[in-house]
């Protein structure tokens, strides 16, 4: 497909050409940051039976309803050794934090609040409601859901799978995504720069996110400003799921990202996007193997990343836009849709608010140190006045 696309005829495009991954069976620890290949459900209940939530005493409710109770302790039950008795009228079980209520009591009294001397407790409270009870199931029990498919493993997501009792988890492979910067002028990161030549700042950046949306990133380097050397960095990595060239996306005599994966076998999907920034991101397929291509600006490669980037990583979900008020007013946004950089935060009356960064300059990474949103104006919207609900899309915890 040749000419300019909308947003979202090139999400539906990314989506038609998902890419499909091998499923793997990992350990929990190599599971991070993959994307789950199906739902993950409670092989257990968490707890398994009801526990104390305190050191103390398993006793029965209507023994403690006056204070003064005097209670024959018969035992202790520590965590993972239950009691196998009942605890009768009048009587105690010395238990701990996650130790199994024994059968009979219904209540736990806390150490600090009872004096024990030999084999009798004084409990020195009254209580009218059982406390310090976890009941079975109050977290999850056997069977339910926990994380579905196609979520990217988070450590909270390894925690309760772990508590779910599954020593593995099923992920599609990590796609490898490489980077490929293109043009004479860049250099590495800590070198000593000549008049003309910049640091080649974008694999950093794209690497962490990469990363942070379950894919692997591999770094291809810098090619020159020819079709041999592009050529060469394609030959060079067959096992690339997504090639992510960045930079020598335009127009221009030195622009021959495109030309050159069009000379390798790619075929274009899609050519520029009616966006803002980043109308010259790109799109073309070969076999298995995926290229988006990315302009060079930080700016534009950042937000191109996280609107067509993210979806083709994570099997071509779309990710949904929440509702703020604009705290200052924005003009409109011309013929293309554009995506600001902003800040999002909840005000008291937990509405959300939303302030765009006041240079919105292509070249600039500054503003993304502030950034946790894009502000999504679609093409040949009127102005926004301060105080006018606008659409985000959210790109970091919301703070």
């Known amino acids: 497909m040749s000419g300019l696309i909308s947003v979202d005829e090139a999400l539906a495009l990314l989506a038609q050409h998902a890419l499909s991954l091998p499923v793997q069976t990992v350990p929990l620890a190599a599971a991070l940051g993959a994307r789950l290949a199906g739902a993950v459900q409670a092989k257990v209940s968490r707890p398994p039976a009801a526990v104390s939530a305190m050191d103390g005493y398993a006793v029965r409710l209507s023994d403690v309803a006056a204070p003064g109770a005097r209670l024959r302790v018969i035992g202790d039950a520590p965590a993972g050794r239950p009691f196998d008795g009942i605890v009768g009228p009048g009587e105690a079980l010395r238990i701990f934090t996650g130790s199994v209520i024994p059968e009979g009591a219904d209540h736990v009294v806390i150490q600090e609040d009872a004096d024990r001397n030999g084999d009798t407790l004084v409990c020195h409270n009254a209580y009218d409601a059982a406390q310090f009870i976890r009941q079975i199931g109050i977290d999850f029990t056997e069977?339910?859901?926990?994380?579905?498919?196609?979520?990217?493993?988070?450590?909270?997501?390894?925690?309760?799978?772990?508590?779910?009792?599954?020593?593995?988890?099923?992920?599609?492979?990590?796609?490898?995504?490489?980077?490929?910067?293109?043009?004479?002028?860049?250099?590495?990161?800590?070198?000593?720069?000549?008049?003309?030549?910049?640091?080649?700042?974008?694999?950093?950046?794209?690497?962490?996110?990469?990363?942070?949306?379950?894919?692997?990133?591999?770094?291809?380097?810098?090619?020159?400003?020819?079709?041999?050397?592009?050529?060469?960095?394609?030959?060079?990595?067959?096992?690339?799921?997504?090639?992510?060239?960045?930079?020598?996306?335009?127009?221009?005599?030195?622009?021959?990202?495109?030309?050159?994966?069009a000379d390798a076998g790619f075929t274009p999907v899609f050519e520029k996007v009616a966006v803002k920034p980043g109308k010259p991101t790109w799109f073309s397929t070969r076999g298995t193997q995926r290229v988006l291509g990315l302009p060079g600006n930080p700016a534009s490669a950042f937000v191109c990343a996280h609107l067509f980037l993210r979806p083709l990583i994570e099997g071509g979900m779309r990710r949904s836009l929440v509702n703020a008020r604009s705290v200052s007013a924005l003009p409109g946004p011309g013929r293309r849709e554009t995506y600001l950089r902003a800040h999002v935060h909840a005000d008291t009356d937990s509405m959300l608010r939303v302030e765009a960064a006041v240079n919105q300059d292509s070249s600039l990474i500054r503003p993304f140190l502030m950034a946790n949103a894009l502000i999504r104006r679609l093409a040949d919207a009127p102005p926004v006045a301060a105080g006018d609900l606008v659409k985000v899309l959210m790109i970091a915890p919301l703070e």
Request: glycine residues 14%.
């Open 143 to 261: 069977g339910d859901e926990l994380l579905s498919a196609g979520a990217v493993v988070s450590p909270a997501g390894l925690s309760i799978s772990a508590a779910a009792n599954h020593g593995t988890l099923n992920i599609f492979r990590r796609p490898r995504v490489g980077i490929l910067a293109n043009g004479d002028e860049l250099r590495a990161p800590g070198s000593v720069l000549e008049p003309g030549q910049i640091v080649n700042s974008n694999p950093e950046g794209l690497g962490a996110l990469i990363r942070q949306w379950g894919g692997e990133p591999v770094d291809l380097g810098v090619a020159d400003d020819t079709m041999d050397s592009i050529h060469a960095r394609i030959d060079a990595a067959p096992d690339i799921d997504i090639f992510l060239p960045v930079g020598g996306a335009s127009v221009g005599d030195h622009d021959l990202m495109r030309p050159a994966f």
